[in-house]
Nanobody, 122 residues
Framework: QVQLVESGGGSVQAGDSLRLSCAAS????????MGWFRQAPGKERDFVAA???????TYTGSVKGRFTISRDNAKNTVYLQMNSLKAEDTTVYYC????????????????WGQGTQVTVSS
């Protein structure tokens, strides 16, 4: 497993942008697929985006064209660039690591960060 620490959340206006970062510990980061999920209190965890070790990406439909997931293996970091933010994007965002490529299936991820809050005001 790897340890994950998210950063970059905050409060913005609708239409603004934020970039979330997730720093991973460990020397095997490049072998992990990485994902971003979001979860509001009392609700299920929703898939946002995933990236394989080779850079293959998957997005949930509501963020396609607005969010971009990327990774920098030299920095052991995965990013989520969020543009054109909407009020409905407001929630806590989590990054996660998967030893295989799990895409939207949260059960395949065995390491999770502590989450970072994103608040979008309309």
């Amino acid at each position: 497993q790897v340890q994950l620490v998210e950063s970059g959340g905050g409060s913005v206006q609708a239409g603004d942008s934020l970039r979330l970062s997730c720093a991973a510990s460990g020397r095997t980061f490049s072998r992990y697929a990485m994902g971003w999920f979001r979860q509001a209190p009392g609700k299920e965890r929703d898939f946002v985006a995933a990236i394989s070790w080779s850079g293959y990406t998957t997005y949930t439909g509501s963020v396609k064209g607005r969010f971009t997931i990327s990774r920098d293996n030299a920095k052991n970091t995965v990013y989520l660039q969020m543009n054109s933010l909407k009020a409905e994007d407001t929630t806590v965002y989590y990054c996660a690591a998967s030893p295989g490529y799990s895409g939207p299936d949260y059960r395949g991820y065995n390491s999770w960060g502590q989450g970072t809050q994103v608040t979008v005001s309309s």
